[in-house]
Every structure is written in structure tokens, then in C-alpha cells.
């Protein structure tokens, strides 16, 4: 090979390693943009007379205040201001809403609570055959009503519960039934042709569900009794879809026994809930994604325990040391715990925080976070930072924590 096609060789590989070392830049620089958005939530919240500088502690992130309501200020008292961030200063990343207001001050909870909610509507779980007179199979509901449709009336009768909707399938002597049914929030119409069954019933071949109940941890009330609790919504056991609340009662409960929890098999609280009039403690009015949420009428004393205190906004929340309040060992005290992660812009609310539990006690009796420590307040510096979600089911010890700040938006919501 002649000298001259070296150099040609070589520089057509020079090109070629450029061209790779750019295209491996790019990427990079991609990947990091990527992250660093995703690490920037969108609004933030702070304190009257906090400072909204320094929010974010990312390398080579810079801040810019943008004006809002005519006043660009690092220091605002009040209203709404915009933060843009922007890589090094030149590359814009996102800009955030940061609005001021007031701290909230709320008693942490830790009680445990028996719940008992009314769907809005006839929950559909699922269909099935029903066995007729002659011995042959039908399912008259298949592929017209699905699971997570709600019926909310049948031949023009408005039906809550369960008997509601028998008493109106039978008395259509097996004319075909029309109900209105709610799906993915709009209403529609439905027209299902009941069959006679072997027991000389007319059925639609349906699996429903009216109610609910079970129970959970209290999170927090404040001076007026207005609580919030679970820190998740209640969904269907069968239908994974959150429960359309028509309304709900919170009881008094007696937890009866603890089963430890272990690798691959969660634990749980199991007790008592005492349905009479006389053991209310208060309404059910919201069940949402972030928990449920009503108000304490009765024997508020109880979750009175202690001193008021702040809660945190989710900046304030660090990896580190913290506590969790549980009645799992008959009263309410705190056990240690440890923040293992932070997620400030994670989609998932209720997965905002990975915890684990450090407490040798707690440990000892519970093997960590068992069913019913949902909601169970979780504090940090004095102040309620959030509540317990989830356990991993792989490791009791572990499991996720919601902000605070994202169940108190849902209470007004």
C-alpha cells in the first residue's frame, strides 16, 4: 500500500472517531438533560417569608427568577412566582411554578382506624354463567358490562345496593333490563337479557359490589378535626380500580392480633371493627389517590396526643434519620426509620419516598411495615414530612412514603 492510502486510511478513521466521540456526546448530553428534568418537579410549595432560592441542588443548574404578578423577587411574601432552570445557564430545562402559602400546623396520628365505604353505584367485578332450567350455560352480561362499570340505576330505578338491583332484575319477569351504567365517567345505556336459572331466578350473570371496609392508620387531624388518612386510595380488590365514593363511616377498632411479615408475605393488623352508632368517630368524604380523607366528630381527644406540629414540604425532606408513629404495639409512640431515597418529580405520588424501618422493636414485632400501617405519619426534624404507602413484599423492612404536601392537596381538592 502507498504512503498516500495511509493517510487516506487514517484520516477517513480519524473522521470516523470523531464522528463517534460527537455522537457519544450528544448522547450523554441527552441522558443528562433527561435526568435533570426529571429530577425538577414542576411547582413547588414554601412558607410565608421562606426564601424560594436555592430549591434545587443540582450540579451545573442554575436558577433565574422570572417575573409573575409584577414581582420578581427571590423573597416573596405571597402569590406565585416562576423559576427557570437551565443548564450552565444557557440551556433551559424547565420552568416551575413556586407558590407561597401559609404552613399548615396538624396532630400526627399513628391510631389505628376501622373504615366502612359506599360505592357510588354497583360496582361490576366481573361476569360469569349462569346454569338454566335446562342444564346449559349462559352468560347474558359478557362483553356488554365490564369490569369497573358502575351501575347507578336499572329500568329507570336509581340502585345503591345490591338487593336493589336483584329486586329489579326479577321483577322484569325476563323482559330485557335496561341500566344505566357509569364507564370511565360518562353515563351510558345498557339493555342485558336476564336467563332463568336452575333455582327459578332470573339473573344477569353478574359478580358486583356495593361496599367496603377494613382497616388503616389515621395521619394526621387538625384543630378543627378534618383528618387525612392511608396516605393511598382504597381501589377494588379484584378490579385494581379506585372506589367511586358515595359515602363512608370511620369507627372505633380493637386490633386483635400482628402477623409478622416476611419475605414474599406481607404482614398485617388484624382486629375488630365495632359497627355501632355508639363507636363512630367521624364521615368519609373523599377517597382519592393520595388517601381518604372526611372529618372527626367524635372523641376527637384521642387523636389529640401531643403538641401541634408543622408540616414539611417536600424540599424539606432528606435522605437520613427519621420516625414513624404506629399504635401496632397498643399505643401510638414513634420507632426509628430511615429515608433511603427522595423522589421529588417521581408520577407516582404514593412512591416518594423509600423507607426502612430500623427499629429493633418494631422490627422484633411487626418484621417491619405490615398491612395496616398505611397512613402510619412519618416525621422528620420535628415536623410531619409524610406517611407510610406500600411494604416491598420482597423485604418487610422496606417500603415507600407519600409528602405530605400531596395529601393535603387532595383534602381540599
Known sequence: MKRKDVKIVNRFGKKRRLLFALAFLIGISALSFVFLSGSIPDQYLVAEGESTSGLIHLPFVEEEFLEADSQPSSNIPSGKVKIRYSLLGVIPIKNVDVTVIPRTRVYAGGTPVGIYM?????????????????????????????????????????????????????????????????????????????????????????????????????????????????GHGISDVDTGTLLNLSGGTLYHTDILSVVKGLKGSPGEMTGIIRYQSSEVLGTIE???????????????????????????????????????LSAVGGSVRSYSIQIEKVN??????????????????????????????????????????????????????????????????????
Request: glycine residues 14%.
Open 286 to 324: 373523599k377517597n382519592t389517590t393520595s388517601g381518604i380523607f372526611g372529618r372527626i366528630t367524635k372523641d376527637q381527644g384521642i387523636f389529640q396526643q401531643g403538641e401541634l406540629v408543622e408540616t414539611a414540604y417536600k424540599q424539606d425532606v432528606t435522605t437520613g434519620p427519621a420516625v414513624l
Open 344 to 413: 421529588l418529580a417521581g408520577s407516582d405520588p404514593n412512591k416518594s419516598m423509600v423507607i426502612s424501618v430500623t427499629d429493633p422493636e418494631l422490627l422484633n414485632l411487626t418484621g417491619g411495615i405490615i398491612q395496616g400501617m398505611s397512613g402510619s405519619p412519618i416525621l422528620q426534624n420535628g415536623k410531619l414530612i409524610g406517611a407510610v404507602t406500600h411494604v416491598f413484599v420482597q423485604d418487610s423492612a422496606r417500603g415507600y412514603g407519600i409528602f405530605i404536601e400531596n395529601m393535603l392537596s387532595h383534602r381540599t381538592a
Open 118 to 230: 359506599k360505592t357510588r353505584g354497583i360496582l361490576v367485578v366481573g361476569t360469569g354463567a349462569v346454569e338454566k332450567t335446562d342444564g346449559s350455560f349462559s352468560d347474558p352480561a359478557e362483553n356488554i358490562l365490564h369490569s369497573g362499570d358502575y351501575i347507578v340505576a336499572a329500568n329507570g330505578s336509581a340502585v345503591t345496593r345490591k338487593e336493589e338491583l336483584v329486586s329489579e332484575v326479577g321483577a322484569s319477569a325476563g323482559e330485557p333490563v335496561v341500566l344505566k351504567v357509569e364507564r370511565d365517567g360518562n353515563l351510558t345505556e345498557l339493555l342485558v337479557q336476564p336467563v332463568l336459572d336452575k333455582k327459578g331466578s332470573y339473573k344477569l350473570g353478574l359478580w358486583v359490589r356495593d361496599d367496603t371496609q377494613g382497616i388503616g392508620t389515621l395521619t394526621y387531624m387538625d384543630e378543627n378535626g378534618n383528618y387525612g388518612a392511608l
